[in-house]
């Protein structure tokens, strides 16, 4: 219970982002409460209750007793963190301990997301406003080159860039030289992208061109060496959203005689459109397309690369209302009319398919790339004889976690500088340690690749911290997310203190209880059914009916037949339930007792029902409630002490509330969003 309330506690402050300095900062704000010295002002109050309803507007238009409460809530979190205060809870050991620990650990996330995941989404969403179009020649590199095979291609590709550089026609060097498999069918072509579809250095290296240049130099991805030419670059039109009428092939490799029956088709179909037939009329009783032949043969909304390149281009040229001539692809012949356009959203509204694209596509790329940048500033270097002697103890039938693994390894040893940066060194027998507890690679066998892995790892997390250790200075906002935390484990040891220590059960204050609130503890009517249910189609279940009207068994036929997890060994019986609950104890709370049911269609297979008996909603007795009293004498109990508690604080920081002035709230405009 205690862990849970911890939980809670943090997340509501991870949701708020409350904090004691940032409600004055407001000096001409009104007022809406002083706790003690501390005054919480409008612009505080519209931020937090905005953060933690789902935005701006929802929370304008909260209704007033809502905002009254979420004021109350507001004012309680600060009287208990006072409260902490007051008790010098913050000086308490095993807190600063705490505080250290995840000092470290969020100053690295904090300052990763500020130094290269806002940076980067703020680029995605840039690049996403553009959709641009190129063709590459690539010369390919086996999967784990050697130093002459990088040499050879870099040489190849670096002529290639020269001759394309100098005017010679770039799909005539396709042709030519490209080792890309597809080249034979685009020419090398890649058709229209934007962020997110290539891997990172081919996107970057585009985006740097205009129409019509070519790369000054090969691009280096884990594909091989690229040699690139913009052929477009044009703003992005968002998504768009159209309709089709399909007229199929019989196969992707269909003959001469289908394909041209198929034209036929359609054709006749495009002159039915030009004597004003309705276009979704047609699509519903003639396309092919079973899935969007129902609504008029409607697509949804879609973006550049949703759909094969014919059809796709032929949409994206289009204007609203527009019907395409003929268009061929793979599957068929289609007519095409575009419907809806949606621009590119604002970034606020695409934040959270941004971030998951940008996790995913390009995080790891970045990072690595500010970690190479990084390295060169403060000058990171290994010592090779130490970082020897560690991998002499790769025994790949010992694992990271194993405590002994480096037992041979000597004292001296141990004290020798393993790498270093700027002012700092970092000994082996720290790296050992930092190897041993680290959960990404408890589970790895010591070979030497991952060994050198586990290494490099330590020494980017040290080069991490390093760059933090001023990050309070840097960013204030960071400062003030470190005194959140504080506060919420504040919060947490002060509810540990005042309430959770306090609650005491036993036997007898949990039967006084149940007497004080014994109409809350109710059986509803029920009733007890058993069941025979089979899947697939309706013709088992059949023969059983047939076969329980001719006299066999309910009992023995559900423990041979039923196919409900676990109710084979239960003869299908149910147990008593809510009458309610379901379609078949609705089913079953109408039929007498002992009567069988015909067949009934449930969930995904065929139901048998017999009704076992019934019973009328009654109170229930100390054991049938005993699961539920617990828990809701522990709430009934801990809600008394908090108001007690909260009550004894309010007294002690002299609170003046103001809620006539949650008028004067969200009366202006939002204020601007950091994306």
């Not at 219970?1 to 900062?25: E, H």
């Not at 309680?76 to 000092?103: S, W």
């Amino acid at each position: 219970m205690a862990t849970g309330r911890r939980v809670t506690v943090l997340l509501f402050l991870s949701i708020l982002g409350l904090g004691v300095n940032s409600c004055t900062k407001q000096t001409s704000d009104i007022i809406l409460a002083d706790i003690g010295s501390e005054k919480m002002g409008v612009a505080e109050y519209e931020r937090l209750l905005a953060k933690n309803n789902g935005g701006w507007e929802t929370a304008k238009n909260l209704p007033m007793a809502e905002k009254e409460r979420f004021l109350d809530l507001l004012v309680k979190f600060r009287l208990k963190v006072l409260g902490a205060y007051e008790q010098g809870l913050d000086k308490d050991p095993e807190i600063l301990r705490e505080m250290r620990e995840y000092r470290s650990t969020l100053a690295s996330s904090f300052f990763l997301d500020k130094e290269i995941v806002r940076p980067g989404l703020r680029q995605m969403y840039e690049r996403r406003k553009e959709e641009i179009r190129a063709s590459h020649i690539l010369i390919g590199l086996p999967q784990n080159p050697t130093p002459g095979d990088t040499l050879s291609a870099w040489q190849k590709a670096a002529e290639i860039v020269k001759r394309a550089r100098t005017g010679e026609d770039f799909a005539r060097l396709v042709a030519q030289f490209s080792e890309d498999y597809s080249a034979r069918q685009n020419g090398g072509d890649l058709y229209y992208f934007s962020s997110g579809f290539m891997v990172p250095p081919f996107e970057d290296a585009c985006f740097q061109l205009q129409p019509g240049e070519v790369s000054a130099k090969p691009v280096r991805t884990q594909f091989g060496y690229h040699v690139i030419k913009l052929t477009d670059r044009r703003p992005s039109r968002g998504q768009i959203r159209a309709s089709h009428i399909m007229i199929r092939f019989q196969s992707p490799d269909a003959p001469p005689d289908d394909t041209l029956k198929a034209y036929n088709d359609i054709r006749a179909l495009e002159d039915s459109l030009l004597t004003g037939t309705d276009f979704a009329e047609l699509a519903k009783r003639h396309s092919q397309d079973v899935r969007s032949a129902p609504t008029g043969g409607d697509l949804g909304f879609f973006e550049r690369r949703r759909a094969v390149q014919s059809f796709d281009e032929a949409a994206f040229s289009m204007r609203i209302g527009q019907v395409s001539g003929v268009v061929r692809t793979p599957y068929g012949y289609h007519l095409i009319k575009v419907t809806e356009e949606k621009p590119v959203p604002r970034m606020q509204e695409m934040q959270q398919t941004l971030r998951e694209l940008y996790q995913n596509y390009r995080y790891a790329y970045d990072y690595e790339n500010y970690l190479r940048h990084y390295k060169l500033v403060v000058n990171l270097k290994f010592n090779n004889d130490v970082v020897d002697t560690l991998l002499s103890h790769a025994d790949s039938t010992k694992v990271f976690a194993d405590s002994l693994w480096d037992q041979g390894i000597s004292a001296q040893s141990r004290g020798k500088p393993v790498f270093s940066f700027a002012s700092e060194t970092v000994v082996l027998d720290s790296v050992i340690g930092l190897m041993k507890k680290d959960i990404e690679f408890s589970k790895l066998e010591l070979r030497p690749e991952n060994i050198r892995k586990a290494l490099d790892r330590v020494a980017e997390r040290s080069l991490i911290r390093h760059r933090t250790r001023d990050i309070e200075t840097e960013y204030p906002e960071f400062k003030q997310t470190l005194k959140e935390y504080e506060e919420g484990i504040l919060l947490y040891k002060s509810e540990q203190q005042q309430v959770w220590s306090k609650i005491s059960v036993n036997d007898s204050l949990l039967g006084d209880y149940f007497q004080t609130h014994r109409e809350r503890y109710t059986f509803p009517d029920r009733v007890n059914l058993a069941e025979i249910y089979v899947m697939g189609d309706s013709s088992k279940a059949q023969y059983l009916l047939d076969s329980l009207k001719s006299g066999m068994d309910f009992d023995s036929l559900a423990s041979r037949f039923t196919e409900r997890s676990g109710y084979k060994e239960k003869k299908g019986v149910w147990g008593l339930r809510p009458m309610g609950e379901n379609d078949l104890t609705k089913k079953a709370s109408t039929m007498d007792v002992g009567q069988i049911s015909e067949i009934v269609r449930y969930e995904n297979g065929y139901s048998i029902i017999r009704t076992l008996g019934k019973e009328k909603a009654r109170l229930k007795t100390y054991e049938e409630a005993q699961p539920e009293i617990a828990g809701h004498y522990h709430d009934y109990v801990a809600n008394r002490l908090e108001e007690e508690w909260v009550n004894a604080l309010r007294k002690e920081f002299k609170v003046k509330l103001q809620p006539e002035k949650l008028n004067s709230t969200f009366v202006g405009p939002p204020p601007e969003k950091d994306e």
